[in-house]
């Protein structure tokens, strides 16, 4: 029997043709299930519990998937994902707290992205 066709798989198939051409930005909540021959750089994105919890709240969140999100953030779930599914060398770790971390990690990337482009001149 087949195994079943999940919502990732089509993912996946959609990225497919843009993915192996190289140059995408992906952005995701989970990565374990994307090809690592995609990906030269894996970056996780982390903030306060508490932040966490306010953020999700204000978005409209229901209180299940509020505590679904502040435990998974608390146990690095998506961190270890990206560490058990990529190889060590590109997965980034950032915090995201404040509106100046935004900024930091905004130029941060920027500046790999520049990085990343001159070496495949």
């Not at 198939?13 to 299930?33: K, Q």
């Not at 990529?86 to 990337?109: C, G, I, K, M, P």
């Amino acid at each position: 029997m087949a195994a079943p066709y999940r919502d990732e798989d089509k993912v996946c198939d959609a990225l497919e043709d843009l993915a192996s051409e190289g140059g995408c930005i992906v952005d995701h909540h989970g990565c374990d299930f994307f090809p690592e021959r995609w990906f030269d750089l894996v970056v996780v994105l982390q903030t306060d519990n508490t932040l966490l919890y306010d953020r999700l709240a204000a978005r409209g969140y229901g209180p299940s998937k509020v505590q679904e999100n502040v435990q998974c953030e608390i146990m690095m779930v998506v961190l270890e994902e990206a560490r058990d599914s990529y190889r060590e060398e590109v997965v980034q770790a950032l915090r995201s707290d404040t509106a100046e971390q935004l900024e930091a990690n905004v130029s941060q990337l920027v500046a790999w992205v520049k990085q990343f482009q001159a070496q495949h001149a």
